[in-house]
């Protein structure tokens, strides 16, 4: 299967883990939003087929549908960002009754048959797991490099292990780790507890030799204000949009020397 470039795009950046609901969604809307406010020019592909959140994350009203034009869906922007959701083509019962090969066809599509604009980077919204969809990403399309977020507890680490050795194996970059729900600062007290517990990002940092790209506290800023999740735009100057804003320009460092990846593509068995 050959990697094809996916039209109007130069890099492609997935946003993973192993494991559900450690805050990719999150992380992948921050960044996109922090990229953009950086002068990039964004695009947001929701590739979680089954539970798509960016439309909501991104403050994109319900029911709205991208226009058609020529065989491409038009990307709808938010916040400066082309996005690009399944939360835009199906109603919300549909997708869930999709078995495995359709929703990678799905996925193929959504990425292939929108019209992205120039797109510097497109941040891909991986869904949990390495499975069918993950792979499906990995060998087709030309990603760049990975960033794999973690909570600090030793089985979402496990996960995060899963997540790297996956890119690894069809030869995609591991930009680093974001771990997540670092710390909390208690609003009364000011007291900061590593509820999860502290040192796992390193650990695995260090035994795969990936940086640590941020740190983001376990916050109520990411589920409050219009656009829910996404701080760096509810609070452009709070250390929140600090860490974006550090992450987003690594990640273009990292994207400058990357060529988007080719080589030999690998079949994987899954275990
Ligand atoms: N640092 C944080 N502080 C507080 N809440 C957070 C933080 N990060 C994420 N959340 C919340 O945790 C929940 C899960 O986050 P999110 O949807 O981004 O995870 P996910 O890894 O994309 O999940 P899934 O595997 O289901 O796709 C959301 O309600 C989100 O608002
Ligand atoms: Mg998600």
Redesign the pocket.
Known sequence: MDKQQIPGVKHVLAVA?GK????????AANLAVALARSGSRVGLLDA?IY?P?QGMLMGVPQGTRPEVSDNTLQPIVAHGVQCMSMSFVASSKTPAVWRGPMASGALTQLMNQTAWQEVDVLIV?M??GTGDIQLTLAQQAPVSGAIV?TTPQDLALLDARKGIEMFRQVHVPVFGIVE??ATHTCSNCGHEEAIFGTGGGDRIAEEYEVPVLAR?????E??VGDAA?VPVLNEPDGPVADAFAAMAAVVIAQLAGAAPSSGPTISIVDD
């Open positions: 883990s559900g609901g450690v805050g990719k969604s999150t992380v979680d539970g959140s919204d869904p949990p977020v997540n729900m983001l506290p376990l916050s109520m990411f589920r999740g």
